[in-house]
């Protein structure tokens, strides 16, 4: 009776544990999703899984990486898209945190990174022309 209370216990608590690791394809849109996706911006990595960009707060710089145990993984992107409606930051990596600017991009864009390596974005919406 104290076995089976004890693995009970255990596989309770590896339930629970397991729950609360943020997986890494919580972080990923896939191929599919992309498609029809309509968030703020995405990099592709060079393991081909896509990382969605969400907007960050004035000022501040997030960091392009997934967290697959509580510690972070820098994303090598090669390539960005970015929806119609918003703008991006990307900055390249110092020991210190987001470094000198790539550059800004407005959307709709699609393009690739070439040879920085994009370390930190940070992405805001931005007020569009009215046509009519």
């Known amino acids: 009776m ?21 997986s ?22 060079g393991d081909a899984a896509y990382y969605v960009l969400g907007i960050t707060p004035p000022g501040q710089a997030k960091i392009i990486a997934y967290w697959p145990t509580g510690t972070a993984w820098f994303v090598r992107p090669i390539e960005f898209a970015i929806s119609a409606g918003y703008a991006c930051y990307f900055y390249k990596e110092t020991p210190y945190g987001p470094g000198e600017r790539i550059g800004e991009f407005q959307g709709p864009i699609q393009a690739s990174f070439d040879d920085f390596f994009a370390a930190f974005y940070s992405c805001w919406r931005v007020v569009l022309d009215n046509p009519s």
């Open 24 to 45: 890494r394809a919580a972080s990923i849109a896939s191929r599919e999703e992309e498609e029809e996706w309509d968030g703020v911006a995405y990099v592709r990595g």
């Open 2 to 22: 104290r076995l089976s209370s004890l693995l009970l216990s255990a596989c309770t608590v590896s339930a629970a544990l397991a729950a609360s690791i943020p």
